[in-house]
């Protein structure tokens, strides 16, 4: 295999790689689309009705296209829908030592003050908040992405996301929640700074060849 073979099929093996990685979201259900609602309609779930979540004492609200329009499919979420804030989690199954990205899609609830809104997230002993977003009153949801890599230290992992700011059943709406295993952060660095270290070569060779 020449160089430039040699090259292209590492490049290729690292895409096919991330590619894999990609599509292999953790989280069950973190579209919400496995309730089935028409247009325009929501629903209210409580603990021990959605398969794939645990839910808080206020349950958990998921609408399709009410108050705004998903971020993917056709449902998102809302953790403070019943007069009080509430909270989703989830066992994942993870490996011990393997870097994850936990990433979400939340907006504000539209015409709601800033205090109102707010998520927390818990996974594999950190946590933190989602940066708080500009008041929204234009009728479109603003969607944003949020993400952070950690590292899990067991085979299991509880992911849990919470309603923050002002207990008054309107909160951050909530939508494409994955977890998806990643390279460790300093070797796909290192790895970056090889592909681009061999691709100099390759074209210094190039043009020595000319
Ligand atoms: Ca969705
Ligand atoms: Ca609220």
Known sequence: MNKKTWTTWMVAAAMATLGQ????????????????????????????????????ASG??????????????????ELDA??????????LSTVAGQWYELSFAYANRLGWPVAS?????????QQGTAPALAFNNTGTHDWHLFSVVWQATSDTTVLKISAAGLSDGAG?????VSVTPVPEPQSAWLMLAGLLGMGAWVSRRKQAQR
């Open 117 to 125: 809104n707010g998520l927390t997230w818990e996974v594999g002993g």
């Open 60 to 77: 958990l609200e998921v609408r399709n296209s009410i108050v705004g329009a998903a971020y993917e499919g056709n449902n998102y979420a």
């Open 21 to 56: 990685q990609a599509h292999a979201n953790l989280v069950q259900d973190g579209s919400f689309e496995s309730v089935s609602l028409a247009s325009g309609t929501y629903t209210q779930l409580w603990n021990g009705q959605s398969a794939a979540w645990a839910l808080g």
């Open 172 to 176: 951050s709406s909530l939508d494409a």
């Open 82 to 91: 019943y007069s009080a804030n509430s909270f989703i989690s989830q066992e």
